[in-house]
C-alpha cells in the first residue's frame, strides 16, 4: 500500500493516476482508493439515513447541517462512529484487497484524516480517546507513505486555474499547510515531495522512491563497546545510501529516524535471555512479514530464524573460531559462547545467503570451520577517520611510555605485560610506564604480582583520548584473539611504535607497516626484550608520510559491499 497526502492542488491524482499506469504496465493489479475519515461509505449511508434534510433547499441544508456540527453531544457522537469506521475500511477493507492481490495507491491517509479532525472539532480531544488511540494501532500500515508540500499561494493559484467548487478559503488553507508542516515535523510520512517541481520531475522522484529496496537490519545485541561502534558506523554509512530504505530493530541504543532509516527500539529484551530468545524465535520472524522486506542483515552474528528472505550476516564474534580452550569455571562467557552460542553461529553461516567478515583470517577460519562457499564470504575492513589531531613524535618520552588499551578479559593477556615489567624492574631498567585501561592490576585473571609503579591503571578512556596517548606511547598489545584488533590499525595511523603478539589478525592489520615488532604471545621474555630495546633507543623509527603503507593496500573498507550485495539481491 502506498499512501498520497497533502493539501488539495498539491498533484496527488495526477501522480497516482501516473503510478497506476506504471504499474499496470508492469503487470501489476492496482486498486486506487480515495479516502477521507468521516465521509466513508457507510457513514454517509447512516448520515443519509438520520438526516432529516431531503426535501431541503441547497442553503437550508447548509443551515441545518451548521446546527447539527454546531451541538456539541452530535458532534462527539459523529466523530466517534467515524474512528471506528476507520476501523473497519482501514483495518480489514485494506487488508481484505492486498489479500486478493492488489497494490492500494491511497489517495489521503490517516494523517489527513487527523488534521481533517483537528480543523472540524476544534473543542474535542479526540487524540486522547481510546477507540483513536486503537484505531492508530489496528490500521494497515503502509508500506511507502509520500506527502507533497506546497507554498499557500501556489495552492490557491491552482485552485483557481481549476475552478475548483469545494475550494477552501486563503486563511482556512493557510492554517491547514501549518498542520501538515506540523506532521511533516513530528515523522508522520517516509517521503516529502515538493511539489512545485515539474509533473515529470515529481514522478522520476516518486518512482526513484517505489523502486527502493527495503531491508530490515537487526542489532538488538548491541549495546556498549566493539559491537555499538559497529552499529553507528552501519547507521551513519547507511543513512547515505538512498537505494535503500532501513528498517533498524535494536534494544537499547537511540538513533534517530532519517530519510531512509526508520528506528524501533525493543528495550525489554535486554531483561533477559528469555526476553531475547523469545524475540529471536517469535519477534523477529513476524517483523520480516509485517514489514515486507526484501532482504534481511543481521549485525549480530547469528541469522534471524524463521524467515525466508534472503540474509546478509555480519560476523565479528571470534571466540567460536579461536584454538584457545575457555574454562567454565574461570571464562563463564567465552565458554557459552565456544561451546554453546557457536552452535548458532556455524548454523547462520551455513544458511545465510552472504557473509561479511572484517578481516582475510577471518573468512579463512569461517570457510574451514563451516565448509562455507568461499564465494559467499565477503572481506570489508570497518571504516575509519584517516585525519588525527595529533601524530606520534619520536622521543626518549614516549618511547619510555607504553600504552595497551582492552578490557580484562582472559585472551586480551594482559598478565604477560605484568610479566614483562617484572623482568625488566629485575634488570634495573625502572624509568618506564605502562598505561592500561583496567580500574586496577588485581583485575587480570591470574594476577599474583605485587603492585608495580610502573604500571598505571587509568579505567575506561574515552576515544579522544586514547588517540591521544596513542601519540605519546608505544603500543603494546599481546592479544590472542581479535576479529580485527582496532588499537592495531588506529595507532599505526598515528604512526606509533607497536610491540603486537604474532597472530595472523596482527599480521594481517599492520601489513605494510614499518614500525612493528612482533613476540609470541606467552613469551614475557621477548616482551621485555623489546621493551627494553625501545627504551634504550636500539630500535630504528622510519618516518612515515601519509600513511602511504595503508593507502597502497588493496582491500574493501566500510560497508559497501554488504549494500552491493543486497543491491544485487533478487
Known amino acids: ?8 492542488c498539491s498533484g496527488k491524482s495526477t501522480q497516482i493516476e501516473i503510478i497506476r499506469k506504471y504499474y499496470e504496465d508492469k503487470g501489476v493489479r492496482v486498486r486506487v482508493i480515495w479516502s477521507r475519515g468521516g465521509y466513508t461509505s457507510w457513514i454517509e449511508r447512516i448520515k443519509t439515513f438520520i438526516r432529516k434534510d431531503k426535501h431541503l433547499s441547497e442553503a437550508e441544508k447548509a443551515d441545518y447541517r451548521a446546527k447539527i456540527n454546531g451541538n456539541h453531544r452530535k458532534a462527539k457522537l459523529l466523530l466517534w462512529a467515524s474512528i471506528l469506521d476507520l476501523i473497519r475500511y482501514y483495518g480489514i477493507v485494506f487488508r481484505w484487497i492486498e489479500m486478493t492481490g492488489s497494490v492500494i495507491l491511497c489517495d489521503r491517509y490517516i494523517w489527513d484524516t487527523y488534521i481533517d479532525f483537528s480543523l472540524k472539532y476544534k ?5 486522547k480517546w481510546l477507540c483513536w488511540k486503537a484505531m492508530l494501532r489496528l490500521i494497515k500500515k503502509p508500506d511507502k507513505s509520500i506527502i507533497f508540500t506546497l507554498p499557500i499561494e501556489e495552492s490557491m493559484r491552482r485552485s483557481i486555474e481549476k475552478s475548483d467548487p469545494h475550494s477552501e478559503p486563503y486563511d482556512v ?6 498542520r501538515y508542516m506540523t506532521e511533516i515535523e513530528n515523522g508522520r510520512w517516509q517521503y516529502v515531495i515538493n511539489a ?35 552499529l553507528n558506523s552501519f547507521y551513519t554509512t547507511a543513512a547515505q545510501e538512498r537505494s535503500i530504505d532501513w528498517e533498524l530493530i535494536l534494544s537499547t541504543p537511540i538513533f534517530s529516524n532519517t530519510g531512509n532509516i526508520h528506528v524501533k ?22 517483523l520480516c512479514r509485517k514489514k515486507k522486506v526484501d532482504a534481511v542483515v543481521s549485525l549480530q552474528n547469528i541469522c534471524v530464524p524463521a524467515s525466508e528472505k534472503k540474509q546478509v550476516l555480519y560476523v565479528h564474534q571470534s571466540i567460536p573460531f579461536s584454538s584457545i580452550k575457555f574454562s567454565l569455571l574461570k571464562n563463564r562467557t567465552e565458554w557459552v559462547y565456544q561451546n554453546v552460542i557457536s552452535r548458532l553461529i556455524f548454523r547462520s553461516i551455513r544458511r545465510a545467503d552472504t557473509v561479511v567478515v572484517q578481516t582475510k583470517w577471518m573468512k579463512d577460519a569461517i570457510c574451514k570451520k563451516t565448509g562455507a562457499d568461499i564465494s559467499k564470504v565477503l572481506v570489508a575492513q570497518p571504516e575509519f577517520n584517516l585525519n588525527f589531531d595529533a601524530y606520534y613524535e619520536d622521543s626518549q618520552t614516549s618511547r619510555s611510555s607504553f600504552f595497551y588499551p582492552a578490557a580484562c578479559n582472559t585472551y586480551k593477556n594482559h598478565e604477560v605485560i605484568i610479566a614483562a615489567a617484572g623482568i625488566l624492574t629485575e634488570r634495573g631498567i625502572t624509568g618506564f610506564q605502562v598505561v592500561l585501561t583496567i580500574d586496577t592490576q588485581a583485575e587480570i585473571p591470574g594476577y599474583s604480582y605485587d603492585e608495580m609503579p610502573q604500571i598505571v591503571c587509568v579505567g575506561r578512556m574515552a576515544h579522544d583520548d586514547v588517540m591521544r596517548q596513542y601519540s605519546a606511547s608505544t603500543l603494546i598489545f599481546p592479544s590472542k584473539l581479535e576479529t580485527f584488533g ?16 604474532d597472530m595472523p589478525f596482527s599480521h594481517e592489520i599492520l601489513e605494510g607497516y614499518p614500525n612493528v615488532s612482533y613476540f609470541k604471545a606467552d613469551s614475557a621474555e621477548k616482551l621485555a626484550d623489546l ?13 612515515i608520510e601519509n600513511n602511504s603503507w595503508y593507502n597502497e593496500r588493496h582491500c574493501d573498507v566500510g560497508w559497501s559491499s554488504i549494500f552491493d550485495a543486497l543491491l544485487k539481491m533478487r
Not at 500500500?1 to 488539495?8: H, L, P, V
Not at 488553507?173 to 501549518?178: T, V
Not at 527500539?265 to 517469535?282: M, P, S, T, V
Open 1 to 8: 500500500m502506498i499512501t498520497f497526502s497533502g493539501i488539495d
Open 123 to 127: 473543542d474535542i480531544e479526540f487524540e
Open 173 to 178: 488553507r493557510l492554517i491547514r499547510i501549518k
Open 196 to 230: 512545485l517541481l515539474p509533473i515529470h520531475a515529481v514522478t522520476e522522484n516518486v518512482i526513484e522512491i517505489l523502486e527502493r529496496k527495503k531491508v530490515i537490519v537487526f542489532d538488538v545485541a548491541a549495546e556498549t563497546g566493539g559491537a555499538l561502534e559497529i
Open 265 to 286: 527500539n525493543y528495550f525489554w529484551i535486554k531483561k533477559g535471555w528469555l526476553h531475547r530468545l523469545a524475540f529471536d524465535k517469535f519477534v523477529a520472524p513476524s
Open 486 to 501: 582496532l588499537p592495531l590499525l588506529e595507532a599505526a595511523l598515528v604512526k606509533s611504535p607497536i610491540l603486537a603478539s
Open 531 to 543: 621493551m627494553e630495546m625501545q627504551i634504550k633507543n636500539k630500535t630504528e623509527y622510519e618516518i
